[in-house]
């Protein structure tokens, strides 16, 4: 995978039938421009100079017209690899796109692999990997919040303070080797000095830790499960809070029989809400398949919202949903509050209860504030940094900060200086490993991997 020397081609937009004006067919490598210039014909004294748009015709090997399009030229080392690129701005759609990509093939360039665009602005110094993984995001981003979290570290913010942390360990190592080398010939080794430098860069570590389930949440978002008996306003809640019409509301009883969802972003955190199938006691076997839905769905939830009836009041058949749930996943949802005149007794263990009227889309923000609260309780508070790290820089800053941490603890036993410098060699190791300073090709591959064709 790691390949420079040849040239590659993808399509660089989504592909559909009848949407989308402009599709972009991307050439990367030592032969794009000659590719470019076989196929494309600019007709006039068009200049063929980097950064400049050309305007003319994609033609085949046997001079037949197959589009009308504009060709970007980027050529080396100002383009996003590094390499000459090109671009052809096709029309959009399905086959005209596809065929440009063909006459780009058979003149000499070879499909992309997923990611390989931005794995080559990566081993061309154009991008360290933290920016490389910060594309990704931004371009499966879910709210502005993710959007805004994924473009700080494009911006190289991370990658920054990463470099910073590992120059400072090197710093340190250099240090110790030489006093492992030429002893003698130096002062005394403070080693409260040592002792602070790595405090100081273990407090920058657990700085960056804790964005972590943060970064994880504005990439992933939540899974919420609206769950209860029959009839007691769960699609009526899904449509007040989703400002929607996704689920079916009737006075019947078992109305929804699959898992119905919805989407939105509250306080910067994707959420996506489940509303299943109401759990009771049934005979009804298409009822059936839809109450094991729901369970399934309460399994994969991270929080549940439990909806009871206000006209009803606390019942036998809720308290037995109660005790099957975890409560600590729990939020009570006392809907149709409307229509009573005093709010039923609850028990008091049950907390906590936010009451709602879907008809009248009440408690809807406390519904939120609640969500919020839940799904944060017992992290660590968010620190003033801009931006968050993902599962896999997490990952390696646990390495460092476990190393680290045996550093300290090999000073504190008064181990010689050997015995230090090997944990301090696993730190700076795995920092490099965030940048892409120090990474494997296997690494490489599963994070491109997961990148679209094209990018």
């Not at 690129?85 to 000499?108: A, D, P, R, S, Y």
């Not at 490389?132 to 931004?138: G, T």
């Not at 879907?358 to 003033?384: F, M, P, R």
């Not at 940048?435 to 491109?448: A, C, K």
């Amino acid at each position: 995978m790691l390949n420079l020397g040849d040239t590659i081609a993808a399509i660089a937009t989504a592909v559909a039938p009848e949407q989308g004006s402009i599709a972009i067919v991307r050439l990367s490598g030592v032969d794009s421009l000659k590719i470019a210039q076989t196929i494309f014909h600019a007709p006039g004294k068009q200049t063929w100079e980097s950064h400049r748009i050309l305007y003319g015709y994609v033609k085949n090997s046997s001079g037949q017209i197959v589009d009308e399009a504009l060709l970007l030229l980027m050529l080396a080392p100002r383009s996003y690899t590094r390499e000459d690129v090109v671009e052809f701005h096709c029309h959009g759609g399905m086959i005209t796109v596809q065929k440009v990509l063909h006459l780009c093939i058979e003149q000499g360039a070879r499909l992309a692999r997923p990611g390989e665009f931005t794995l080559r602005a990566v081993l061309n110094g154009r991008l360290d990997l933290t920016q490389a993984e910060a594309i990704a995001d931004l371009v499966g981003a879910k709210s502005t919040a993710s959007a805004e979290n994924a473009l700080a570290v494009l911006q190289g913010k991370l990658g920054q303070q990463i470099r910073s942390l590992r120059s400072q360990c090197l710093d340190l190592l250099a240090e110790l080797e030489a006093r492992i080398d030429f002893d003698e010939d130096l002062p005394k080794l403070d080693i409260e000095w040592v002792r602070k430098q790595i405090s100081d860069i273990l407090i920058q570590v657990n700085q960056l830790l804790a964005t972590a389930e943060r970064g994880e949440l504005l990439r992933r978002g939540i899974k919420v499960a609206i769950v209860g008996r029959p009839n007691v306003g769960k699609s009526s809640l899904l449509n007040a809070w989703s400002q929607t019409d996704r689920a079916i509301v009737t006075d019947l009883p078992g109305t929804t029989r699959d898992v119905v969802d919805a989407y939105l972003v509250v306080q910067g955190i994707p959420v996506e809400i489940l509303d299943t199938a109401g759990i009771r006691a049934t005979d009804d076997p298409v009822e059936q398949i839809g109450i094991e839905r729901s369970r399934k769905a309460i399994q994969k939830a991270d929080v549940i919202l439990l909806v009871i009836n206000a006209l009803t009041g606390w019942t036998s058949e809720d308290a037995t949903l109660y005790q099957e749930l975890d409560s600590q996943r729990v939020i009570v949802v006392m809907n149709k509050i409307d229509l009573v005149t005093e709010l039923p007794r609850m028990p008091l263990a049950i907390k906590p209860i936010i009451y709602t009227s879907a008809v009248h889309q009440t408690g809807i923000d406390q519904l939120e504030t609640a969500l919020l609260a839940l799904v944060q309780a017992g992290t660590v508070q968010q620190t003033n940094l801009t931006y968050t790290i993902n599962q896999r820089q997490q990952t390696a800053l646990l390495t460092t900060q476990k190393a680290l941490e045996n550093m300290q603890m090999t000073i504190a036993q008064g181990l010689p200086i050997d015995f230090w410098t090997i944990d301090l060699r696993t730190a700076i190791q795995a920092l490099g490993s965030i940048t892409g300073e120090d990474i494997t090709e296997p690494v490489l591959d599963r994070i491109f991997s997961k990148f679209c064709i094209g990018k």
